[in-house]
């Protein structure tokens, strides 16, 4: 009997131990968290929205900062035909405030639009069709210091011949990649070569400078797929696609999402790494 019991308390153990092991894994998005579906979106309200474009609304890590391009007037304080704005609220579940352009440094006589905020709050990712650049639309990037201050944007830097083309390049979207410790800008291009007239590239940064991109080809088609949106742990990623199967019309585009899965590698040292791949998944159309 006590050698019974001695062996059911071992098991309770073994057991306790293995989750004690797993939790950190499920904390660091090994195991596919659950989500409930979706609720209905709600218009964010005059305060943000105007009776002219707003578009490629983009968060801050904390959900208290909202950017977005408007096409909103030089009455409204624009500088050019579109520009880039940002609205602050005091918590997550508070309203949003007055929208306040990001001033000359950021915008320009031109079309600025598509922000893309790095996850720790240093880096502003958009697009633009200022002078300066290489083709129709470029990739730009602007560094602050202070993360707290949404006007200390420093002069935006062209991310050169290795990112953009002559063609048409913008959808950034920053992956910071901790687990690699390489990171990605994903993004979109109708440069020449691609399989359809805009593909989904991926540029690595590597050494301080980013790498020519590479097309995604899980992602591809010979159609448009474009907007690119990772989501901040690599597991899944959005975009908007004009590929057949959309569920509205033939001249319509949809939402699409797919994700992937994160393989623990193990390097024969004490601990381990972990890399992504995708997990034979196909994208899908959001709601």
């Not at 209905?40 to 474009?53: D, Q």
């Not at 899980?218 to 989501?231: G, H, K, Y």
Request: charged share 15%.
């Amino acid at each position: 009997m006590n050698c019974y019991r001695m062996r059911v308390r071992n098991v309770l153990l073994l057991a306790l131990g293995l989750l004690a092991i797993l939790r950190p894994y499920h904390q660091d998005g090994l195991a596919a968290p659950g989500y409930g579906a979706w609720s209905a979106p709600a218009n964010l309200g005059s305060f943000v929205n105007t009776e002219f474009a707003e578009s490629g609304p983009h968060t801050s890590k904390d959900g208290r900062t909202l950017y977005f391009a408007s096409t909103r007037p030089a009455s409204y304080g624009s500088f050019g035909g579109e520009d880039l704005w940002v609205s602050q609220r005091a918590s997550a579940d508070a309203p949003w405030g007055p929208p306040m352009n990001l001033g000359g440094t950021i915008n320009t006589g031109a079309n600025d639009r598509t922000p893309a905020l790095s996850r720790d709050g240093h880096y502003l990712f958009f697009v633009s069709d200022r002078p300066g650049g290489l083709g129709g639309l470029d990739i730009w990037v602007s560094w602050r210091a202070n993360t707290h201050d949404i006007f200390g944007w420093e002069s935006p830097v062209n991310l050169g011949t290795d990112v953009n083309s002559p063609a048409t390049d913008g959808g950034p979207s920053f992956f910071e990649n901790d687990a690699a410790g390489i990171p990605q800008l994903y993004m979109t291009s109708s440069k020449a070569g691609g399989l359809g007239g805009i593909d989904i590239y991926v540029s690595a940064l590597v050494g301080g400078v980013f790498q020519p991109p590479t097309p995604v080809s899980e992602l591809n088609t010979a159609q448009f797929d474009l907007s690119p949106s990772i989501r901040h742990d690599g597991l899944e990623i959005a975009f908007t696609s004009d590929r057949p199967g959309r569920r509205r019309g033939p001249r319509s585009v949809e939402r699409y999402a797919i994700v992937r899965e994160r393989d623990v590698v193990h390097t024969g040292q004490s601990g381990g790494g972990s890399q992504l791949r995708v997990g034979g998944k196909h994208p899908v159309a959001v709601g």
